[in-house]
């Protein structure tokens, strides 16, 4: 069994996920943590998610307090929209990815009367985008909300209700208590519909551009680099209309807010999963965004073409791996008809 589970991983990490999969029933016996773990992230990342789920809490039966299960787990419950034991066990993360601390008591949502908070920004430009609808409910329950962010969103989010900095050191920070951001949610007790888009909002300026806006590029720390086009499909994609572009070095842009201001006037936004869509979602600028399959993202469902956390977005997802041509075909119909 355990030959068979390492054919399995070989095949996951060349991508052949159906020959994964097959392996990973085949030697489910041995090391459930692993096996099922395993069978879980790619029944999760092509959509069957009420299959992960309940492979996923076999694994972790057998394995309790296995991170990466509660991990995958965690996104799985909150794909389905089973928010409050989705975010407990996407808790996880801090097992397995880096995050900054401070030299604080950590929030674990008690009480934030007549307390200060500082909130730390983690994982990429979009996460934080995604997590900052949540500032304005924590702000009501704490006497300051402090918020610690990369340099690129500090502008931008600005115009919530806190003290927004960028730093590498917390040290002399004055409150009482931190949290990671993503963790702000769980202990508010709070989901999507808790905090709806439009979370942000930019101002229609003098030369604002018109027409659509279009991002086809993504940073490299994202896990899913099949999410971003080849050349030849870009040069199709971009000729499908009179495009402004809004990468920063097509646009000019210094930060986000240079972008969101960008984007006010635009009829429509076109953009790879990237933080331009989160960005646009959260702008509620109405969104196409391109979906390459599998899909790691936990914040678009797969029961349809929209996603709770950002309602003006359409999502547009590959039929099979690498259908970019079906993905250009119904961008030009979603231009052309409007929608």
């Known amino acids: 069994m355990e030959s068979i589970f390492y054919e399995g991983l070989a095949h996951q990490k060349a991508g052949r996920l159906d020959e ?8 489910a016996g041995w090391r459930p943590s692993w096996t099922l773990g395993n069978l879980g992230v790619i029944l999760r990342i092509t959509g069957r998610l009420e299959e992960a789920e ?34 407990a066990l996407y808790e996880a993360r801090h097992k397995l990815l880096p995050r900054p601390t401070a030299p604080f008591p950590e929030w ?12 730390l920004a983690e994982q990429g430009l979009g996460d934080q985008i995604l997590w900052s609808r949540f500032i304005p409910l924590l702000a009501r329950e704490a006497a300051e909300v402090r918020l610690a962010v990369a340099r690129p969103l500090v502008r931008l989010f600005e115009q919530l209700p806190a003290t927004v900095f960028n ?8 409150v009482d208590l931190w949290a990671s951001m993503g ?12 905090a709806p888009a439009p979370t942000l909002v930019a101002p229609q300026v ?29 040069k199709a994609i971009r000729g499908l209309a009179a495009f402004t572009p809004l990468d920063p070095e097509s646009s000019g842009a210094r930060d986000f807010a240079d972008t969101a201001n960008l ?23 109405p969104t196409i965004i391109l979906l390459s399959r599998p899909a790691v993202d936990w914040y678009a469902n797969w ?24 993905v250009i075909g119904d961008v030009a119909a979603a231009l052309e008809g409007g929608s």
């Not at 994964?20 to 030697?27: D, F, G, K, L």
């Not at 029961?303 to 079906?326: E, F, H, I, M, N």
């Open 263 to 285: 984007m006010a006037g635009l009829e429509k936004v076109v953009t790879v999963d990237t933080s331009v869509a989160h960005l646009a979602g959260a702008l509620g600028r």
């Open 303 to 326: 029961k349809d073409d929209r996603t709770p956390w950002y309602p003006s977005a359409r999502l547009v997802r590959q039929r099979t791996p690498g259908d970019w041509a079906g």
């Open 20 to 27: 994964a999969e097959a392996c990973y029933r085949r030697a």
């Open 108 to 119: 674990r949502g008690e009480s934030l009367k007549d307390k200060r908070i500082l909130i």
């Open 167 to 174: 730093a590498q050191s917390f040290d002399d920070q004055p």
């Open 54 to 87: 309940a492979v996923l809490r076999e694994a972790l039966a057998a394995e309790p307090e296995h991170p990466r299960t509660e991990h995958t787990l965690g996104m799985t419950l909150i794909q389905l929209g089973k928010y409050a034991e989705g975010m």
């Open 183 to 194: 963790s702000v949610p769980r202990w508010l007790g709070a989901g999507p519909a808790d």
């Open 206 to 234: 003098p030369g604002t551009p018109s027409g659509v806006g279009l991002m086809l590029q993504g940073g490299g720390r994202n896990p899913n680099p099949t999410r971003v086009p080849g050349g030849v499909t870009a």
